[in-house]
């Protein structure tokens, strides 16, 4: 009896502490969730790095209110403390405490912070300004042993800018430009998707350079007219409209945005680089076709191209030319390759030292096929859905419809080129198209400054994106009821010539963009 009264007494001592340890990891993770959710709620209210974090604290303490009821009558903290302009390097912090918790709000959170520690530093942790941290400490009493156990969990919040669901046919990125959305004359732009749902224009340009008070960042002459589901301007952002845009002759009158969209959303779908700071595993799909494609020479991998003069075939073709299915290098130097008759190319990639200029019956035909793409006999109808997709890659030059283009799924990387497609040409170019795709739904992708010329009209049909951040984009003609089908990211755009221009791309063919999403990085 006395052994087993014994026994029990340390079976019910084990018993006690497994149920206390038990009870302390559940309330732990409890913790964690809070903490987490927290984070994530006070990321998601950030702004640009130059506004208050004071909405982001708040949107903290509401979570902890809600899903804590003893909170409700507890002191709120006294998020004014994050009023000041973020500094990098400073972090600043405030604590309250609420029955056995004491919850910590940091902001900044700069990378040698105590909140960082506990794994290795990552290029997906962002900036110290986009960084939110929350730390929750619990004094909680053991229910059958003495004394207490101190809970002490902690989570990091970034801000992810640029992502989100906004469906923008037209995004204008120059961050400070005077006038970089005009209409001249009797110019009428509609902005809108094919399924019916708003679509928006979206300006992050703060008017740094519109010194005059004449000049405006949305210029709309007397007679222009504009049509869009709203429009979206980081000017606004201070509440003075003065060098944002002329009250009287834009309608809808422009929202502020409360942050900047930036390239974000495009560069991290297209070429995400971890080392860059984009919040996914990759692959930087541009860089890589870049560091193959884009020095001089054969392109890589060595081999997988067929050069176009060691292969019999002349720089500048008279009658028309057909190619079969393959990978070809243009190796005609800057020049490039020119005709006055077609040239049609069955299926493949193309790399290419300059321009591609056909202007003869047929002109310029890319990855267009039919039922043997691998003679030499042009197709009479090229197959809408080809078998796969093709990528142009021209080192120099322009993208010229000299003659009439036709780009089947094919996407288009200019080194430092522009583009101009005109509607008194027949032009039709469809991006690729699937998920499995690198380039799904991108039509051109430069990062040059020349001029982006788009002008509408029968003849015109484009899908897809065209991303032209550092590039002015002109838009001209008449799209009528067929309207452009693409979403254009640009510096600055511009209607002119009394252009009646509409841009409504398919819901499936465009990135969605916004202030930004937030994600946890610790």
Known sequence: MVVVAAAMSVLVIMIALVLDLGGARRDRDADQVA?????????????????????????????LVVNLPTAVSASAPSCSTFAPTCVPGQARSVTTSIDEYEVTFTHPVPTGDALMLGQPESSLDGAACDRFGVRVRQERDNLFASGAVELDVEAVGRYVRGVGDVQAPLVLLDEHACGVLGLSGTSALTVGTTDGSPGYIVVDSDGEQCNNPSKVIFDVDGQGTLTAGAIAMWALADGDATSAYSPNLVNPLPE??????????????????????CPGPGPAYIDDLVAAWGGTGAPLPVGSFTRWTTSGRSCSPDAATVV???????????????????????????????????????????????ANPNDFIAPLVCAASPPASATVFLRSGDL???????????????????????????????????PDERFDDLLVWTTGTGLVKITGGTNLDLEGIIFAPSASVELAGNTGTLAVRAQVFAGSARLVGGATFTLRPDIDRMLPVGRGQPTLIR
């Not at 903490?35 to 303490?61: E, N, Q």
């Not at 008759?341 to 003869?360: E, K, M």
């Not at 094919?410 to 008194?424: C, D, E, H, I, P």
Request: charged residues 10%; proline residues 5%.
């Open 35 to 63: 903490a987490d959710a927290m984070a994530l709620a006070a990321a998601s209210s950030l702004g640009d790095p130059g506004t208050p974090a004071v909405t982001a604290c708040a949107a903290a303490w509401d979570y």
């Open 256 to 277: 502020a945005s409360s942050a900047r969209v930036g390239q974000n959303a495009m560069i991290w779908r297209y070429n995400c680089n971890p080392a860059a700071g």
């Open 324 to 370: 079969p299915a393959g990978n070809w290098y243009i190796d005609c130097g800057t020049k490039g390759l020119s005709s006055n008759g077609s040239i049609t190319f069955q299926g493949g990639n193309i790399v290419s030292d300059g321009p591609i200029n056909a202007s003869g019956l047929g002109s310029l035909r890319v990855n267009c096929s039919d």
């Open 400 to 434: 010229v419809d000299n003659g009439s283009i036709e780009l089947r799924h094919t996407f288009v990387y200019l080194n430092a080129g522009k583009v101009t497609m005109s509607g008194n040409r027949a032009v039709t170019w469809t991006a690729p198209d699937g």
